[in-house]
């Protein structure tokens, strides 16, 4: 299997197909991500959630985006124009350029699909840094009060949040000795009589909480989805989309949801190597949970107000990040000499 | 005394006071106050608290198959009833009209003659309209009748496409009533 | 193949470069800049320079543009004026542009390239070969960034502190 | 004139220099004609980047390194440079009434 990737037609097939696939796979992933979380909330809430859409409520989120995709699409008055349009597109540029270099574990042989650079998880931030333009622009261009506050906030809390979110990961990356994805969780460890990957959260605990919590942060989900309060900011910078507008940034949403759960697994999880379970059964599974617990916190934790969540941003995460990165490097001395 | 004469003092307080930051948060206990693991103690109590409600089956009703009972005095669409013999009951005497709090009854009697007799009475009612968009249920109109003719049954899904379907005519209100509300009214008797 | 994507992220830039100056909105000339910084991002991709990449659109696009982006938004959006106090500034740039461009040009036409050190060009341009520069050959220079942050950070705080006299 | 080879294919060095001295050439443009300071400020952003281009081009043409951590370092500076730059314009902006920066001079001759 792997000499299709060394062959250069070859190689540009498999990207091609790839690119395509994992395209609609991860549309059909995001469906069903919003499915799963509004039953899940439901089922938190004791109600049973979407059920009347086929079986189990299953085709909710198809009923629901042919609903969205008829909408009629306008661009309301005084925007600028261009910019309206052109920031939910950034948005889900930003969120499936992800995926390029994500390594899915599909099967024993084939562990990635698109690219396998040695940069990997820069990629994964660089391309991520890029949702603040979506949201920045849009709040900008909408020429709203609610939404100018609601982009300002969000860019806000996304720089902040960024700092903590790689500075968790660089004890990763130093045990490590890669930034590529693949050998994150290939990272074998030779323990007395233990020969083999390990879930590298047994290394790194507290740069896993404190990725846990940036990267809820950093996708703008409950406890910290101050840029759309809708109690505060009737939405934020979403306030004036709508239709098919509004559907890209709602997919953005759950693309990088699963982005962040994806990268959780792989990086603190041993990604697709579960005992016996096969790859990509594997690696579903343990983003399916963590996309789980993301929903468990916003059924639960009630959202931060601004200046608790700069307090916690910038006076206990990125600290404790840098405190982490310290005693890991000193560990790592004392242990390899 | 009027009231300007008063001190701005000795005026009544506002019954809720304007909350401060952190003012009215109960004080936390002594001891446990600002420690790290009591915080992630009351946060993992969260989670365990929505977890099991997750776990615990849904306490909602899937309305338009399920639907909760209706208590037996429940006010929902009116009916005019009939005697057994077929004869309405209703004798026109515009007392529910009168007794209702919003004008929405309408009734025009007409006199009963031998070959055509409609109630028992002397009169009938030739017109008895209710206007649903205007009425409250607050059945007055069950109250005031002498005759016991108009009842309010349980339909309470009363929603319709236009206006006009909602000017209940007679023969609408004449419909037979539900079962069990025919036989709680001939418990009653 | 390179050289396709050469040529586009090459056009790209050369576009959002005369967007910068073009523009009459500034957050639009913001944002010409960050599709040059993109393209020039996939130039050094190119080149072998992957952490330069990452850093580039990391910081550059992603945390300074932002910045810039930040500051539109909170002053406003302000059209520039085309009042004439200096009308010949544009004669004497489009002088100065031409000049510039063919000093370079001929620069270009009389370049030397040396001959390259040895190097391993799969070990070139990786973290771990950034890495082992920044902190060895070249920590001092290093060290001196970094305090040049920390001043900046301070002198940043400083002037958009808000001053309790004039408020 | 020298080629490199890159990803299989042959591309010639100098036009990464004609791209940096283009880009290089309308930053100076940018400074010399806008009237916003923030245009002014963004325009120097676009020479540094110039810059930069022609530091990690000539360092894969001598395959050292050198090149790719001056331009990392010339980064910073441009990031310390924006953010000064910006403080600077804002306290500006937020004292006085200035449409431009010939509002802003303060010589009168």
């Not at chain 1, 395209?23 to 909330?41: C, D, G, I, K, Q």
């Not at chain 3, 950070?153 to 006299?165: E, F, P, W």
Request: net charge neutral; glycine share 8%; proline share 5%.
């Amino acid at each position: 299997m792997s000499d299709i990737y060394s062959n250069p037609i070859g190689h540009w097939v498999v990207i091609a197909v790839a690119m395509t696939l994992l395209l609609f796979v991860v549309l059909t992933a995001t469906a069903y991500t919003v499915w799963f979380e509004r039953v899940a909330l439901g089922r938190i809430q004791r109600r049973p959630g979407p059920n009347r859409v086929g079986p189990f409520g299953l085709m909710q989120l198809a009923a629901d985006g042919v609903k969205l995709a008829f909408k009629e699409s306008f661009v309301p008055e005084k925007t600028d124009k261009v910019l309206y349009v052109a920031a939910p597109a950034i948005a889900v540029a930003a969120a499936f350029l992800a995926w390029a270099v994500i390594p899915i574990g599909l099967w024993y042989n084939v562990q990635y699909w698109i690219a396998d650079v040695n940069v990997g998880i820069l990629v994964v931030f660089a391309v991520s840094a890029l949702n603040v333009y979506a949201i920045v622009i849009g709040g900008y261009a909408s020429n709203n009060k609610y939404s100018l506050l609601g982009g300002l906030r969000s860019a806000a809390q996304l720089i902040s949040y960024e700092m903590s979110l790689g500075l968790a990961l660089v004890p990763t990356f130093m045990i490590v000795g890669s930034l590529r994805l693949r050998d994150i969780v290939e990272y074998t460890v030779h323990w007395g009589p233990y020969v083999g990957p390990i879930p590298l959260i047994i290394l790194t605990p507290v740069g896993f909480i404190i990725y846990l919590i940036s990267a809820v942060a950093e996708t703008n989900r409950a406890p910290f989805d101050l840029p759309e309060a809708e109690q505060e900011l009737i939405g934020g910078f979403l306030t004036e989309y709508s239709g098919l507008k509004f559907v890209m940034y709602y997919l953005a949403e759950y693309v990088n949801m699963i982005t962040v759960s994806a990268l959780a697994a792989l990086l603190f999880f041993g990604g697709w190597f579960l005992w016996v379970v096969p790859p990509v059964f594997a690696f579903l599974l343990k983003v399916v949970l963590f996309l789980f617990l993301y929903i468990w916190l916003r059924g639960t934790f009630p959202r931060l107000r601004y200046d608790m969540l700069m307090r916690l941003g910038w006076k206990v995460l990125l600290p404790l990040a840098m405190l982490n990165v310290i005693v890991t490097a000193i560990i790592l001395v004392a242990v390899e000499g | 005394m009027p009231d300007k004469d008063k001190p701005p003092e000795a005026r009544p307080e506002h019954p809720t006071p304007l909350r401060g930051r952190d003012e009215g948060v109960p004080a936390k206990p002594e001891g446990q106050g600002t420690s790290i693991a009591a915080d992630i103690g009351a946060l993992t109590k969260g989670l365990r608290t929505t977890l099991g409600e997750f776990f615990s089956p849904p306490v909602t009703l899937e309305y338009p198959e399920e639907k909760t009972p209706r208590s037996e005095r429940y006010r929902g669409r009116h009916y005019l009833r009939r005697y057994d013999n077929g004869l309405e009951r209703c004798i026109g005497c515009e007392l529910c009209a009168a007794a209702c709090p919003v004008g929405c009854i309408l009734v025009i009697a007409a006199e009963n003659t031998e070959e055509n007799r409609i109630s028992p009475g002397e009169r009938y009612a030739k017109t008895y309209e209710i206007n649903m968009l205007r009425c409250i249920f607050c059945g007055y109109c069950e109250e005031a009748c002498p005759v016991q003719a108009i009842v309010l049954g349980p339909e309470y899904e009363l929603s319709d496409t236009s206006r006009e379907k909602f000017i209940y005519t007679k023969e609408k209100l004449l419909e037979p009533l539900p079962p069990d509300v025919q036989a709680r009214l001939d418990a009653k008797k | 193949m390179a050289i396709a994507v050469f040529f586009v992220a090459a056009a790209l830039a050369v576009l959002g470069g005369i967007g910068v100056v073009a523009f009459h909105q500034p957050i639009r000339s913001v944002l010409s800049l960050v599709v040059v910084m993109l393209s020039l991002s996939v130039i050094f991709l190119l080149l072998n320079a992957q952490f330069v990449f990452a850093v580039q659109i990391i910081v550059y696009a992603g945390a300074v543009m932002v910045l810039f982006l930040f500051v539109i938004a909170l002053l406003g959006p302000a059209r520039e004026l085309g009042r004439g106090r200096l009308r010949f500034q544009g004669w004497l740039s489009a002088l100065f542009v031409l000049v510039l461009l063919g000093l370079m040009w001929g620069l270009l036409q009389g370049v030397q390239y040396r001959q390259p050190d040895k190097g391993d060009l799969s070990f070139f341009g990786t973290v771990q070969s950034i890495g082992v520069g920044l902190f060895t050959t070249y920590l001092y220079p290093f060290e001196l960034t970094s305090i040049l942050l920390l001043v900046a950070a301070i002198g940043a705080i400083y002037l958009s502190r808000k001053r309790i006299d004039d408020v | 004139m020298s080629t490199l080879n890159i990803g299989g294919s042959q591309l010639d060095a100098s036009w990464f220099l004609l791209l940096s001295a283009i880009l290089f050439v309308l930053g100076a443009v940018g400074v010399l004609v806008r009237r916003n300071p923030l245009v002014i400020l963004i325009s120097i952003e676009l020479m540094l980047n110039a810059a930069n281009l022609v530091l990690v081009a000539f360092s894969r043409q001598l395959v050292n390194i050198e090149g790719q951590l001056f331009a990392l370092m010339s980064m910073t500076v441009a990031a310390a440079e924006a953010v000064v730059g910006l403080a600077i314009l804002v306290d500006i902006f937020r004292t006085r009434d200035a449409e431009d920066i010939d509002d802003l001079s303060e010589m009168h001759g």
